[in-house]
């Protein structure tokens, strides 16, 4: 059975988060710079939680690195099981690290948590591998934790249209302050247009389309914190590349 079940946390992260009537989440924390080597290559890891967010000793939990520039970092690199809880502290110890890239203070522990009774929209996917989304201005369209607790369709469709209207503005901010910056679109569905007149004109289909492409590449995005105008308008200069949806979902 624990193989199953870490099978299960392996393969979720890579092709995609998918819910589908299940009594859990799959979610990622991060670990803190506490590090310690136990025995025959284990680790002991540390994770601070808010008090309000309850692990339970043996769950079991995978690491995956979190991309800092380099992609081939954005790797499973071991699993293991709560071993210990003091306060708002949770210790796994973590093992079957092939990756050959060391744990480091940032690293994100994926793990089931029971499912609440909140909108599971995009926001909550998102937040779900540890994503922030901020505004032009670095302030948080979310908080990571607290988003689990109660969320519904509104807050849900209340935070995209923020999103869309900060990167209407962020568009139209350049266009009339540094056009130069504005880039053509060579390829997608945005082919012809430019990345600033995508942006300007920006609505809940286009946001919808690169969430699912976030959603479905997590680990291009899982454990950081950007600015939506900046990584939606890379998306746009690439392309846009898009997830083709099985009719059946």
């Known amino acids: ?17 998918s819910q589908r009537d299940t009594s859990s989440y799959l979610r990622a924390f991060p670990i803190t710079d506490y590090i310690v080597d136990l025995k025959d290559s284990v680790k002991l ?11 339970k000793e043996k769950q079991v939990g995978v690491i995956w690195g979190i991309f800092n520039g380099d992609l081939n970092e954005t790797v499973q690199k071991g699993y293991g099981k709560c071993q210990l809880i003091k306060g708002n502290y949770y210790y796994f110890a973590i093992s079957n690290n092939e990756s050959g890239f060391a744990l480091k203070k940032g690293d994100l522990l994926y793990t089931f948590m029971e499912k609440s009774t909140i909108y599971y929209g995009y926001i909550p996917k998102l937040a779900s591998h540890f994503i922030r989304l901020q505004n032009v201005f670095e ?3 979310y908080d990571r ?17 923020s999103i869309i209207r900060d990167i209407r503005f962020t568009g139209n901010y350049f266009l009339t302050n540094n056009a130069s910056v504005d880039k053509p679109i060579s390829e997608g569905k945005y082919a012809g247009q430019t990345t600033l007149f995508v942006m300007t004109n ?3 289909s286009d946001i919808n389309d690169f969430f699912d492409y976030m959603l479905f590449r997590p680990r291009l995005y899982a454990g950081n914190e950007w600015k939506i105008s900046e990584i939606f308008a890379t998306w746009l200069s690439e392309g846009a590349p898009t997830v083709i949806k099985n009719n059946a979902d």
């Open 1 to 17: 059975m624990i193989k199953k079940i870490v099978f299960l946390i392996l393969i979720v992260p890579i092709v995609g988060f």
């Open 45 to 55: 890891i540390q994770l601070e939680m808010p008090e309000v967010i309850k692990l």
């Open 139 to 141: 302030e948080p369209f």
């Open 145 to 161: 934790y607290l988003i689990f607790l109660k969320w519904n369709e509104a807050d849900d469709k209340k935070v995209i249209d």
């Open 202 to 204: 920006c609505n809940t």
